[in-house]
């Protein structure tokens, strides 16, 4: 509905059966035309994980733009490392010379132990803008705090070192609605 509105293409991703009556997944909307597209589940399958990714034509350049949310619980690190292999494997299955982005809810901060495993190849965008965001007495947040009771940037947008140079980096989506609604329990992220 939301891609229909914005006369953009949507791509969605899940473990679920395509009949069945709820899907959780993950999904790209994208007003580029679409070159490929592939998906992988995330282990534990019992997790309900997966990535999407589309290779978009970018103006004449081949761009590839990953989507995953990893899992959700404090104590689960060792599992959101195993879903990142997972996720680093397929984006070096399918990226072939193409620069590439990945983005999503990693329930994780950027500088967390779990996600130093793509500093070597990914810069966290907004965190390369903002060096300071994620320290102080407020830190920069991405937990809408009408839903959360702690502040944390847990959803990233992270660029192949080398191929991207971040420009803008800002929160978006973090006001009510004049009716009192929140577009989501989480902030959205813009990246330039």
Request: glycine content about 8%.
């Amino acid at each position: 509905t939301i891609a229909e509105a914005l006369g953009y293409t949507a791509y969605f991703v899940s473990n679920d059966a395509a009949d069945a009556v709820r899907r959780y997944g993950n999904a790209i909307l994208t007003r580029d035309p679409v070159l490929e597209r592939s998906w992988r589940p995330l282990a534990p399958l019992d997790d309900y994980r997966s990535v999407a990714h589309v290779r978009v034509d970018l103006h004449g350049t081949p761009v590839n733009v990953y989507a995953t949310h990893l899992h959700h619980t404090a104590e689960g690190a060792a599992i959101r490392e195993r879903q990142l292999g997972d996720v680093l494997a397929h984006v070096d299955a399918t990226a072939g010379d193409a620069p590439s982005l990945l983005a999503g809810d990693f329930n994780s901060p950027a500088a967390s132990p779990g996600l130093r495993v793509l500093d070597a190849r990914f810069a966290d965008a907004y965190g390369t803008l903002h060096p300071d965001a994620d320290t102080g007495d407020a830190p920069a947040t991405t937990l809408n705090p009408a839903f959360f009771d702690y502040r944390s940037r847990i959803d990233h947008v992270f660029v192949e070192r080398g191929r991207f140079e971040p420009i803008e980096a800002r929160i978006v989506l973090d006001a009510a609605g004049a009716d009192g609604t929140w577009p989501s329990d989480h902030f959205g992220l813009y990246v330039r």
